[in-house]
């Protein structure tokens, strides 16, 4: 089933902030009246400086609820600091402009944030200079109306976004996207939730993931030495295992032969990947029944989403290469990916000519 997105990604947020600006820089400049007197003078400069810092700031940014405040309240501070406060339309029509600028930040409640404080500053102005009259005191409801709007419309795309990407509590309906000894996501189930995971990062910047590629050390010995029914044995329950070390909201699933992979969401520090990677070492340790107790161990490699590796698949080749390095000092441990050890230095220049082509947008 296709599920519709929203319209517009991060990398046209720059050139829509930009209008938006642009728009407001002709509200303000047009009422400006010369000679300009020092206020205006330092209201211009900040306004361009705001201006220089929406072209200028990289791409990861430009989303950002500190940077979008920033601008919005920014610009805000600069109009009401020039020309006080008044419903006259223009006037009202650059609040509005600017309120427009807010509903880009990403989350309903730093939206409501921004907009707060840009009407109660609005507010305050109109208090000051009129004391809300009744000809006003209007200004302030429809405001809120507006805010209520883009609420809505910003809470609307959020639940859209979350249901492409969310994890299923239920186990697959259909066999072949599991596999059959394991009962874990196949290699292409698995693919196919970290391109929805990809894809909700195009939409949401801030949103920070880890790939964590796991490859059995001592597996192949049991294998040979017991017979296939006994390394079967050892997959499932190592499966269980890993299962039980996930977080609410990850994904493991089987890569391929004694391979598994990890995909863990909402990653806000390294060190929540590397409990995961602890507490499965630690739990490995424990002996496992197959008529006489073996023991297996892990070599994994954790690679994390950043603008160096923009698709999945080059995610998990980086986890892939930092696995075989775990594996080269020694096995039974985590490695985390670093481009300069685990990233051919030809893909490393691809990816920093496509990191400042994106920059830009």
């Not at 970290?194 to 294998?223: C, E, H, S, W």
């Not at 017979?227 to 977080?247: E, M, Y």
Request: net charge neutral.
């Amino acid at each position: 089933m296709n599920h519709p997105l929203p319209l517009i990604r991060p990398s046209h947020v720059r050139l829509y902030l930009l209008l938006l600006q642009s728009m407001f820089i002709v509200l303000y400049a047009f009422h400006l009246v010369s000679p300009l007197s020092r206020m205006q003078a330092l209201g211009g400069s900040a306004v361009a400086t705001l201006t220089l810092l929406l072209v200028t700031i990289p791409r990861r940014f430009i989303e950002t609820p500190w940077f979008i405040g920033l601008v919005t309240l920014g610009n805000a501070s600069v109009l009401f600091l020039t020309f006080g406060a008044s419903t006259e339309l223009w006037l009202f029509g650059a609040v509005v402009v600017l309120l427009t600028m807010a509903s880009y930040v990403p989350t309903i409640i730093d939206f409501s944030a921004v907009s707060s404080l840009l009407i109660a500053e609005y507010g305050l102005i109109l208090y000051r200079e009129t004391h809300l009259d009744a000809d006003t005191v209007w200004a302030l409801p429809l405001l809120l109306c507006l805010t209520l709007a883009f609420v809505s419309k910003i809470s609307t795309a959020q639940a859209e976004i979350q249901r492409i990407v969310k994890m299923e509590d239920q186990p697959p309906q259909h066999r072949t996207q599991a596999d059959l000894l394991t009962g874990l996501p196949n290699r292409a189930q698995f693919l196919e939730r970290l391109a929805r995971v990809v894809q909700y990062v195009n939409y949401n910047p801030t949103f920070r993931f880890a790939v964590m590629f796991v490859d059995l050390d001592g597996f192949k010995p049991i294998n040979d030495r017991l017979g296939h029914k006994a390394g079967d044995a050892v997959l499932r329950h190592v499966a269980r295992i890993f299962q039980s070390c996930l977080r609410q909201g990850d994904l493991v699933g089987r890569y391929g032969g004694d391979e598994f992979i990890f995909l863990l969401n909402q990653v806000n520090h390294p060190s929540e990947a590397t409990e995961v990677a602890e507490r499965v070492l630690t739990r490995l340790q424990a002996p496992i029944n197959v008529g006489e107790p073996v023991t297996v161990g892990a070599s994994i490699g954790i690679a994390f989403n950043t603008n160096m590796n923009e698709t999945g698949e080059e995610l998990i080749r980086d986890a892939d290469q930092a696995m075989y390095r775990a594996k080269a000092q020694g096995k039974n441990r985590y490695v985390l990916c670093h481009p300069s050890q685990d990233v051919p230095a030809s893909d490393q220049i691809q990816r920093w000519k496509r990191m400042m082509q994106l920059k830009w947008y």
